[in-house]
Structure formats: structure tokens, C-alpha cells
């Protein structure tokens, strides 16, 4: 259970600052950046282990079910559009408070819905809605609600201090509301494994995959329409405002993203393998215990790139406030998951 949590807990803050291409580049913006990155996270790179570690592995795919490939295609395109609401966020509000907003929604979604509805395979076996384990789950839950209303008046403070009036009230609330988007529709790559994806994992190991490797490449069998859904999204903008230019100005900050596609995959092997050791509750509390972590992480790279330098003690001190009862969280999802295996 620990390496579990463990293993969660890395996957959140390596994905609370896989933004960090946004920080890197000089000339692409958050469009040029996920034209690509969708298509190393979750083509390339998954589909290269695969053929390297997993000669048969068309075979596999082939022992899918078509009805569960048509679900995970329809999760891939909602997950598409909630990632790119999260690039786009940070591009706008910065990354501390687009992250902050959107995992604590995520954290909501993401333990809630598998606790209402069963999953398949070793999730059909999590505690039941009211048990002991859920309920403190769910404390956990409303600690992350207060955590969202005190991220968003650090973001108004952080404007007022910063004398920011280049975003509008009403543009600002737009921008809030896609990092709620964001959450819950990027949390569709839990219910990818909460609904059918650890099965194809179990064909993945029964072949003779380790777990790591299959967690790797299990992503490029489940979600090949992100990378599709990305680049159409991406590639209507671009032409519509003219920037497809700026793929050949700046070809180098093509590797930035390429190494956050190295980032990205590495830590869905590792949130999957990690959502898989935490058994029956592993949905839920992963959700949980990830999100946490991201607005950790979000939060100490929004700090290392200066976001709050600006910002004033009082924006300052209800983040800080924010990311405490963020702990307190932590530690009754902790509880919770420890009273569901034993």
C-alpha cells in the first residue's frame, strides 16, 4: 500500500509541473506546445516501448473488446479537451493558480464518481458508498472544497496587487471555469483504469510485460485519440491565427516538449502502476493522493518562476492556508485507504 501511495503522490508532482515547457519557451505558446505534446505522450513514446518490449503485441490489442476501444476513444476525447483547458489556464492565470484550481476539482471528481460507481476488475471490490473508509475519503473532499475558494481569493488578491487590470473580472471567472473543466475531464484517465484499463494491463503483464513497462504502454492502446483530438484542436487554432510559422522559427523548443512527453509518459506508467498497487480503493485514493501532490508541486514551480513575487503577504498567506488543509486532506485519504485494506 505505501509504494502505492508513494508511487501516486511522484506521478502528482510530476505532473503538477509538467507544465514547465510554458516556462521554457521564447517563441511557442501553450498551442505549439500541445500540437506535440499529446502526440510524444501518448503515441511515440508508448508505441516505441511497445515494439520494443512487446513483439505481439497487435495481438493484444486485437483481444480488446471493440464496444470497450469505442469507450476509451470517447474518454480520450473529453480527457484531450480537459488538458488542453489546463495548458491553456496556466498560459493565462499562471501555473500556481490554474493547477490550484483545477486538482482540487480534479481531487473532487476523481475520488467521488469510482465510490458512486463500481469499477470493473479489482475496483469492483471498493468500499461501498457511507462505510467508514469513504466517509473520511470524502472529508477529504470537502477540505479540497475549501481549498478551491481559498485558491481563487489568492488569485483576486494576487491581480489586485499585482495591479493586473489586462484580464477582466468576467475573462478571469472564463479562465476559472476551463480550470474546472480541466478537472474533472482530465481525470478521465483514472476512469480509463478504473473502467476497463487495468484489464488490458492484466494482458499486458500475462504476456510478460513487468508492470512498469505495461503501464507504459497501456496508454498508447487506451487513448490513441488524444494525440488526434490535440493536433486538431492545436491545428484549427494555428492556422485560424496564423502561428504554424512559429514551429519552424523555434524548432529547437520541439525537444522542450519532447522531454515533457518523456515526463508525461513516465508518470502515467507510474500513476497507473502506483492506482493498481492500492487495490479495490486504488481509483479513488490515487485520484486523491495525486491530485494533492500536483497542487504541491504547481504551487512550489508557480514560486520558482516567479509568479508570486508580486503578489502580496495576504495572496501569499491564504495559499499557504490553502496548501495546509491540502496536507490535512492528504492524511484522511491516507486513513481512508488504510481502513479499506484492513
Known amino acids: 500500500m505505501y509504494l502505492g501511495i508513494a508511487l501516486v503522490a511522484l506521478a502528482g508532482a510530476m505532473s503538477g509541473s509538467g507544465v514547465w515547457p510554458l516556462k521554457a519557451v521564447k517563441v511557442f505558446n501553450f498551442d505549439q506546445i500541445y500540437f506535440f505534446a499529446p502526440l510524444f505522450s501518448f503515441l511515440i513514446i508508448p508505441w516505441t516501448v511497445a515494439f520494443i518490449f512487446c513483439p505481439d503485441i497487435m495481438d493484444i490489442v486485437a483481444r480488446i473488446p471493440r ?3 469505442l469507450l476509451f476513444s470517447v474518454l480520450a476525447v473529453f480527457y484531450t479537451v480537459g488538458c488542453y483547458m489546463g495548458w491553456y489556464t496556466a498560459a493565462r492565470l499562471g501555473v500556481g493558480i490554474a493547477y490550484g484550481i483545477n486538482s482540487c476539482f ?3 471528481t476523481g475520488v467521488m464518481i469510482p465510490i458512486l460507481f463500481k469499477g470493473t476488475g479489482q475496483f469492483a471490490n471498493s468500499p461501498d458508498f457511507l462505510t467508514l473508509p469513504s466517509n473520511l475519503v470524502m ?4 477540505g479540497m472544497c475549501t481549498a478551491i475558494m481559498l485558491i481563487q481569493n489568492a488569485s483576486m488578491v494576487k491581480s489586485a496587487c499585482e495591479k493586473d487590470e489586462s484580464i477582466s473580472r468576467g475573462r478571469r471567472n472564463f479562465y476559472i471555469f476551463c480550470g474546472f473543466l480541466n478537472g474533472l475531464l482530465g481525470n478521465f484517465a483514472t476512469f480509463v483504469l478504473v473502467y476497463g484499463g487495468s484489464e488490458v494491463i492484466t494482458l499486458l503483464t500475462d504476456a510478460g510485460q513487468s508492470v512498469f513497462v505495461a503501464n507504459i504502454i497501456v496508454w498508447g492502446i487506451v487513448f490513441p485519440m488524444v494525440p488526434v483530438t490535440g493536433m486538431l484542436i492545436t491545428g484549427v487554432r494555428m492556422t485560424v491565427h496564423r502561428e504554424w510559422k512559429k514551429i519552424i522559427q523555434a524548432p529547437i523548443e520541439i525537444l522542450y516538449v519532447f522531454l515533457a512527453g518523456i515526463q508525461t509518459s513516465v508518470c502515467l506508467g507510474v500513476y497507473a502502476t502506483g492506482v493498481i498497487l492500492l487495490g479495490s480503493f486504488g481509483g ?4 486523491g493522493f495525486s491530485t494533492s501532490f500536483q497542487i504541491i508541486a504547481s504551487q512550489l514551480l508557480g514560486v520558482l518562476s516567479g509568479e508570486w513575487k508580486h503578489a502580496g503577504t495576504k495572496a501569499i498567506r491564504t495559499m ?15 486513513a481512508g485507504n488504510f481502513l479499506a485494506q484492513n
Do not use: D, Q, T
Open 106 to 108: 480534479a481531487n473532487i
Open 320 to 334: 499557504v492556508i490553502a496548501l495546509v488543509i491540502v496536507f490535512i486532506s492528504i492524511i484522511l485519504l491516507s
Open 67 to 69: 464496444e470497450r476501444m
Open 139 to 142: 472529508l477529504s473532499v470537502a
Open 284 to 287: 479513488s485514493v490515487g485520484a
